[in-house]
């Protein structure tokens, strides 16, 4: 089971991205999936996670109103749209898969599947 995140990059303040997370061995549309970061010199947090059927998404309240996650499962991929970019939203952005069958959650020991990060870098 592979997890490919891309779409990071460099942005200015109060622009936008759209992240991917490739998945491949398995699919997971029974799954849930979510976005975690992690800033220099921080803990991983949760960000936004999505059920299997892309029907019911939660979001931390520092993604909430901007970023918006979703997924298409006919190609196995989850993205997370980031708009009204801030230099706090610099991190490394970790795509993951939950543990457990038809169930969403926001703690990392939820998640059973990681992928490599891709840096987004917003400067002021």
């Known amino acids: 089971v592979q997890l490919q995140a891309s779409g990071g990059g460099l942005v200015q303040a109060g622009g936008s991205l759209r992240l991917s997370c490739a998945a491949s061995g398995r699919t997971f549309s029974s799954y849930g999936m979510a976005w975690f970061r992690q800033a220099p010199g921080k803990e991983r947090e949760f960000v936004a996670t999505?059920?299997?059927?892309?029907?019911?998404?939660l979001y931390a309240g520092s993604a909430k109103g901007r970023f918006t996650i979703s997924r298409d499962n006919a190609r196995n991929t989850m993205y997370l749209q980031m708009n009204s970019l801030k230099p706090e939203d610099t991190a490394v952005y970790y795509c993951a898969v939950g543990k457990f069958l038809f169930s969403i959650g926001t703690s990392l020991d939820e998640y059973r599947y990681w992928g490599q990060g891709t840096l987004v870098t917003v400067s002021s």
């Open positions: 999505i059920s299997g059927g892309g029907d019911n998404t």
